[in-house]
């Protein structure tokens, strides 16, 4: 008959977690000989599994510009991520603020400077009050030249290092590519041609030639997300930017000083 031991246990608290069990097992030799059996395989899982290094440093040369690509892929991020924040491309109430200032007259040039390094948008406006300021009698087709001018420049500054991210996902998989070609030239190079091959080690060499194909595909597919996502918020600021403007165009030319007919 099994015997079962009782012990008394004290509340513990709500935050502490039980982990315990309040029965103790008498039967010694049937989990230490489990317990033995399952350390066994957990080291035989560890001691086949080879390490992130390891894998690197079987991979050969052409994972290296991969490597590159990652850390320039996640750079480039990481940046455009920091610089494509509403709050410094088309803040809040933006238009709402510039239009309430200028309801009665133009604002001074220090305060239209303040505007220009407020945000992208506050620079596209700002381009528009100095035109109005230094030609009292522009017309609305020249003021929107002005704006449709900065507002160019203002794009090509949000699109600044997409370029380059769409190409680290473009040339990425071509890169994992050429290393597995490399790899499995290598591999077949080595091979004797008297036909007394190992499969065993065979096979090990292919596997470790595909990981520069693993490696442009984790690189490539995380890269070209990004891509597709940065180019969808600056398309929606450039929408942002020309409503804008559009709404500041004929609030400015009530400034505009009428040109004479003759």
């Known amino acids: ?9 004290a509340r513990a608290p709500s935050w502490v977690r039980r982990t315990g069990h309040s029965k103790t097992s008498l039967r010694g030799p049937s989990w230490g000989h489990n317990r033995a059996s399952q350390n066994a395989r957990v080291d035989l899982f560890h001691t086949e599994r080879p390490g992130l290094f390891s894998i690197i440093q079987a991979a050969g040369w052409p994972i290296w510009p991969l490597l590159l690509c990652s850390i320039a892929s996640l750079a480039l991020v990481i940046e455009r991520v920091s610089s494509l924040r509403s709050a410094r491309v088309t803040p809040a109430r933006l ?16 305060v239209v400077n303040k505007l220009a390094d407020n945000s992208v948008l506050g620079a596209v406006l700002a381009s528009g009050l100095r035109a109005v300021m230094a030609e009292p009698r522009i017309t609305e087709d020249a003021l929107r030249g002005t704006f449709e001018s900065a507002g160019r420049a203002a794009v090509h500054k949000l699109e600044r290092y997409l370029n380059t991210l769409g190409t680290i996902a473009s040339a990425a998989p071509l890169l994992g590519l050429l290393g597995t070609v490399i790899g499995m030239i290598e591999i077949f190079g080595s091979q004797a041609p008297n036909g007394g091959n190992n499969p065993a080690l065979l096979a090990h060499g292919i596997s470790v030639a595909l990981y520069n194909t693993a490696f442009g595909l984790i690189i490539a597919i995380p890269s070209l997300m990004f891509y597709r996502y940065f180019r969808g918020v600056v398309e929606a600021y450039t929408l942002d930017m020309e409503q804008a403007a559009d709404r500041l165009v004929p609030h400015l030319m009530r400034f505009a000083v009428p040109r004479s007919a003759g």
């Not at 079962?4 to 246990?9: F, G, K, L, N, S």
């Not at 238009?95 to 220090?110: C, F, G, N």
């Open 95 to 110: 238009i709402e603020e510039v239009i309430s200032v200028t309801r009665a007259h133009l604002p001074t040039a220090d």
């Open 1 to 9: 008959m099994d015997c079962e031991v009782r012990h008394p246990t």
